[in-house]
């Protein structure tokens, strides 16, 4: 079966410590992304990636940090920078051609401990 | 910048009634514009697009047609069911997609039995 997984469901941080959310995709898409989902807020960009390499900021980048060295993975990293980080993060990869849609992962949900 | 703004929830309806949720955006050019579904706990999963005016996007019995004069791009359906219970976000990609999808708020849909 083609889709997104995300790793781990649930993910628990203590103060001071980095910690790295998985997202992998079987699609062959080259385009992937990651969203934070605050209730009540809609889904925010915090970083995408076009191409293995390159990545760019979105709207709500600080504190945290990605690579793409793969094509199929584009792990986030969110830092002890990040003071306000419990939330529902979710991944999500572009299909090649014109309707631009994005298909989503089943997120993974960050508590502070 | 790029904006949607959708109706707020929750939105609570008896079964087999007529649901409408309004979604209006700003954007410049000609955006794609999308409706997804999220259910509790889980990622996104789309549910219709429209990528140019008066195009009408439609799955599982709902609709939703891209009005460029009124820049709307309303989610309807003629009755809905319990299983219809969901969070649903409007959002719009600018032409070409590359840069992440904006997001509405999300609207909570309760359907009673």
């Known amino acids: 079966d083609g889709g997104i997984t995300q790793s781990p469901k649930y993910l628990f941080r203590k103060e001071g410590q980095n910690v790295t959310l998985s997202c992998e995709q079987n699609l062959n898409h080259d385009a992937m992304y990651w969203y934070r989902q605050d209730p009540g807020q809609g889904l925010r960009l915090i970083y995408y990636s076009q191409i293995v390499n390159d990545f760019q900021k979105g709207d709500i980048a600080e504190g945290y940090s990605v690579s793409r060295e793969k094509k199929e993975s584009f792990p986030l990293t969110v830092t002890s920078a990040q003071k306000n980080p419990t939330a529902f993060y979710l991944c999500a990869s572009r299909e090649h051609g014109k309707q631009e849609t994005q298909y989503f992962g089943p997120g993974t949900r960050l508590l502070v401990l | 910048g790029d904006s949607v703004t959708q109706m707020e929830g929750p939105v609570t309806l008896s079964e087999e009634a007529f649901l409408t949720i309004n979604c209006t955006y700003t954007a410049t050019g000609y955006p794609s514009l999308f409706w997804y579904v999220q259910y509790p706990g889980e990622g996104l999963q789309l549910l219709l697009k429209?990528?140019?005016?008066?195009d009408k996007g439609s799955n599982k019995g709902f609709e939703a047609t891209y009005r460029k004069e009124t820049t709307s791009f309303h989610l309807e359906k003629g009755s809905v069911q319990v299983s219809d219970s969901a969070v649903y976000f409007c959002?719009?990609?600018?032409?070409?997609?590359?840069?992440?999808?904006?997001f509405g708020k999300g609207t909570h849909l309760i359907i009673q039995p």
């Open positions: 959002a719009l990609s600018d032409p070409g997609g590359a840069d992440g999808l904006t």
């Open positions: 429209a990528t140019k005016a008066d």
